[in-house]
């Protein structure tokens, strides 16, 4: 396995930090310290499944009661952040469900990105010229692998 699949997994979880999302990014530790110690070919001990059907909570409960808490008291911050999370959300949920189909082949030949201001995650050759949650430029994006 290679380290890089700790990092992804590390920046999901700091993700859900900043969301204030606790379970979700003890999870994401979890699954990122497994890929930092081990180095085997035996299947993840920990529960990817658990962790696709957690984010796919977020999406259902979490989030709207979120957006219509903030809408009530006209927070336009709060509004933002509950835009935002549930897209990076989405985006985690994604990144965890394609792992679970298609294992390690899921980084063969690309980099991984991060958005320092959201953090979005992407996977390609190059980080998008513009970040499709939080329109920050290209520059903000850092390469962890």
Not at 64 to 93: C, F, S, Y
Not at 116 to 125: K, L, P, R, S
Not at 128 to 137: L, M, R, T
């Amino acid at each position: 396995m290679e380290s890089s699949y700790s990092a992804i997994f590390s920046n999901l979880a700091k993700a859900c930090e900043k969301q204030l999302r606790t379970t979700e990014a003890g999870l994401l530790w979890e699954v990122s310290r497994y890929f930092e110690k081990n180095n085997s070919e035996s299947e993840p001990i920990v529960d990817l499944k658990g962790l696709s059907d957690a984010l796919a909570l977020d999406d259902k409960e979490h989030f709207p009661d979120l957006q219509a808490t903030a809408q009530e008291a006209a927070d336009r911050g709060a509004l933002r952040m509950g835009v935002w999370g549930a897209k990076v959300n989405t985006i985690e949920k994604t990144v965890t469900d394609r792992y679970l189909k298609v294992g390690d082949a899921l980084l063969e030949g690309k980099s991984i990105f991060v958005c320092e201001a959201c953090g979005f995650i992407f996977i390609g050759q190059e980080a998008p010229e513009i970040c499709p949650v939080c329109k920050a430029p290209q520059s903000r994006f850092s390469k962890i692998a």
